[in-house]
């Protein structure tokens, strides 16, 4: 278990999230934060800014696999049963059209969001020789404290990864490359990066201001290749922690993921950016609607997020 001995009880965690601000703790206070650890957001920002290096996020994702050990996995199977059903053995997987070498990999929300945008990446991609797969790559799984349950979702990727002779995965998914890392044993790039290489995506002309998905805020790196397709200023929003959907937490959680929205909205009268699929359609569902995907401008299509129909987008990937 990751230690808190070197904290020096500085509060900089609980000042940074509603939740600890919430229950008046912070990451040191271990006993409390066990209970509640399936009501944290798993957006890293409480280790991202602590002055002696304490993972909080780390901390807790190893709180939730001893709960999901002492309470029971039943417990958890429970209480998520919709999105354990679907992605523990990805109801909509397809490999039909996997490529050795190169493949895209969107992940399961993008296509969910943006299914024409999808389809156009499909097949700009197709025409550089580089084939699709379908997949959820087992965060959503992992955050619940299924480690058992991770470890096989992985096995199986990396062997029909291995099957099919693939080298590098292509994501428009912050959170599948985020928590693939090298775990794979393939290259992991961001969709942006290799539309670069491609010479492929439309330049956009003006100031852009962004609010960063959890998995990039500490690195940027997506950021900092979104910005090679920016003719522009490009500025960050920092204002809320999270877009809610983070760790499954809003189950429990509601009020606070419903006031990240609201103090994102508040924050300024400039429209916004992102670059995750989950955090648009979240926004937009929440009634932020000055909020856009970059992906379906670069791409041209200027395709809004499909809040009403994303399930059955979802579905359809199956027999793409
Ligand atoms: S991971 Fe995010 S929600 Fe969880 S304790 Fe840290 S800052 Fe708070
Ligand atoms: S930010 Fe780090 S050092 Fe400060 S109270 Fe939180 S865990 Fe302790």
């Not at 509603?18 to 798993?42: G, P, Q, V, W």
């Not at 084939?131 to 991770?150: F, M, N, Q, W």
């Not at 200023?233 to 999270?242: E, F, H, L, P």
């Amino acid at each position: 278990m990751i230690s808190t001995d070197a904290c020096i009880h500085c509060h900089m965690c609980r000042d940074n999230c509603s939740f600890l601000t919430k229950y008046k703790i912070d990451i040191c206070d271990t006993e409390k934060l066990k209970e509640l650890a399936y009501h944290c957001f798993l957006c890293g920002r409480c280790s991202s800014v602590c002055p002696v290096g304490i993972d909080g996020r780390g901390l807790i994702l190893e709180m939730r696999r001893e709960r999901a050990v002492s309470d029971g996995k039943q417990a958890i199977e429970k209480e998520y049963k919709g999105l354990i059903a679907e992605k523990r053995d990805y109801k909509f997987r397809n490999w039909k059209n996997v490529t050795n070498g190169t493949v895209f990999f969107p992940g399961c929300n993008f296509p969910s969001m943006y299914p024409k945008t999808n389809a156009a990446l499909v097949r700009l991609f197709s025409e550089h020789g580089i084939g699709t797969v379908y997949e959820c790559c087992g965060k959503p799984i992992a955050e619940l404290g299924l480690a058992g349950d991770e470890e096989r979702i992985l096995d199986g990727i990396r062997r029909r990864l291995n099957d099919a002779g693939v080298t590098e995965i292509v994501t428009a998914c912050p959170n599948c490359m985020n928590f693939f890392g090298d775990r794979l044993g393939v290259k992991v790039r961001s969709v942006y990066d290799k539309l670069s290489e491609l010479g492929e995506g439309k330049l956009l002309k003006g100031d852009m201001e962004f609010y960063i998905p959890c998995p990039d805020r500490s690195e940027k790196k997506w950021l900092e290749e979104i910005k090679l397709f920016v003719d522009g200023n490009v500025t960050v929003n920092d204002s809320a922690q999270c877009c809610g959907l983070g760790g499954s937490a809003i189950k429990h959680e509601e009020e606070l993921a419903d006031g990240f929205v609201q103090k994102l909205g508040e924050s300024t009268d400039h429209k916004l950016f992102t670059y995750c699929a989950s955090c648009t359609g979240r926004f937009r569902r929440s009634g932020l609607r000055s909020i856009d995907h970059v992906l379906p401008l670069i791409i041209g299509t200027d395709e809004k997020p499909d809040t009403v129909k994303s399930y059955l987008n979802r579905v359809f990937t199956r027999f793409k």
